[in-house]
């Protein structure tokens, strides 16, 4: 999957966004140490940001504006990743909406200056569908951005959790998955159920700060 096939499977920026608030709650019951996902209510007045980054050298970033949402992503080990000295491939930023296109220069979002981004999406606020720059990719060539969307391009419970225990090395309740990507307040049962050994404050405290709901635990 390539960037021009993402476009087509993104979900609505609401529902993008919930899933994102999920994985960053579940990854943090599950490696509260060092979690691949992270949810940054607020991360620029009325923005919020929402990342990935493996250790491995693949990241993302989705940035959740009122002006639309823009996301990006890098892959280590993909084609565009090789380009040297670093350089975007061609088309990859073209065509950004004004309300957006400040971000590729906000340093928080660079490394040494550089905006790392194989993969390039957004959403106008207002727009109908998702959009991308007009990158070509020649047969066989990889942007990185099947293995670094495509759980969050899915969104279901059995995704999720078999990418979680891929990466985790261990079993993974699949309904307290589910319930955590549905949006259901969090409780006793679904903390119990992925992380036995987890604070349930600490928790708690985490989906509050995300904008998930919690049960009286």
Known sequence: MNVHELV????????????????????FMLAEISPRYDYQSN????????????????????????????????????DASRERPRAHWPGLLDDLPAGLAHYPADPELQSDGF???????????GASAWQCGPVVFAEGESDGAGWLFGVLADGSAEAVSRDAEDYHGRPVNRDAVAAILAGSPL???????????????????RARKIGHSVADI
Not at 44 to 70: K, N
């Open 43 to 78: 991360w620029r007045p009325g923005v919020d940001l929402a990342t990935m980054e493996d250790g491995s050298g693949d990241l993302y970033g989705i940035v959740f504006d009122p002006a639309g949402v823009l996301l990006y992503g890098f892959g280590y080990e993909s």
């Open 115 to 125: 905006f790392e981004a194989t993969v390039c999406a957004w959403r106008e606020a």
């Open 8 to 27: 087509a499977r993104l979900a609505e920026p609401d529902v993008l966004r919930a899933r994102c608030r999920a994985l960053a709650l579940l990854d």
């Open 187 to 205: 409780t006793r049962w679904v903390v119990a159920a992925l992380e036995p050994a987890l604070d349930l404050e600490a928790s708690a405290a």
